[in-house]
């Protein structure tokens, strides 16, 4: 999602020669930021969410 081209509006607004913006040392600090939140949501889902749809955790 952080990746320069993997998200119209981070390409729009990634940095030029001639126009300051977005450069891979701003996307690496919001990635590390939004990695423990990710992981924490997706296993919040896994033990909350999914047994109450019938999917079992299967470790």
Do not use: E, I, N
């Not at 701003?26 to 749809?53: Q, T």
Request: a positive charge; hydrophobic letters at 60%; proline letters at 7%.
């Amino acid at each position: 999602m952080t990746l320069t081209s993997s998200a119209k509006p981070v390409a729009m607004f990634a940095a030029t020669d001639t126009v300051p913006g977005y450069d891979a040392r701003h996307l690496l600090r919001l990635s590390a930021a939004l990695a423990p939140v990710s992981l924490a949501l997706v296993l919040a889902c896994a033990v909350w969410l999914w047994p109450m749809l019938g999917l079992g955790l299967h470790l």
